[in-house]
């Protein structure tokens, strides 16, 4: 069984920084791509940014030059670092990772942190 549980959101003013975590546990024989997504009230689930187990990041027009994602291979952690954020950016964000548990590659979700972009 595998499981991914992101951390870090919460409330933060226009132009502040907040830095997400998302953990993978369980029966894990390796990661492949990871990313981020985001939903906000009333929209579809959208694109953040995503990293291969290589390193390479694909970001989302929206948040280039203020996010950077990351992922430590050793801890299976990934990680946003978002910085001058603004209120568009509040919305659920959920972890995703493609993983093989031994067998096959299967998407995995995570259930989702609230970032909340306020004054």
């Known amino acids: 069984q595998v499981q991914l549980v992101e951390s870090g959101g919460g409330l933060v003013q226009p132009g502040g920084s907040l830095r997400l975590s998302c953990a993978a546990s369980g029966s894990i024989f390796r990661i492949n791509t990871m990313g981020w997504y985001r939903q906000a009230p009333g929209k579809q689930r959208d694109l953040v940014a995503t990293?291969?187990?290589?390193?390479?990041?694909n970001n989302a027009d929206s948040v280039k030059g203020r996010f950077t994602i990351s992922r430590d291979n050793a801890k299976n952690i990934l990680y946003l670092q978002m910085n001058s954020l603004k209120p568009e950016d509040t919305a659920v964000y959920y972890c995703?990772?493609?993983?093989?548990?031994?067998?096959?590659?299967?998407?995995?979700w995570g259930k989702g942190t609230q970032v909340t972009v306020s004054s």
């Open positions: 995703k990772a493609i993983i093989n548990n031994g067998g096959a590659y299967f998407n995995y």
């Open positions: 990293i291969t187990s290589a390193g390479r990041t």
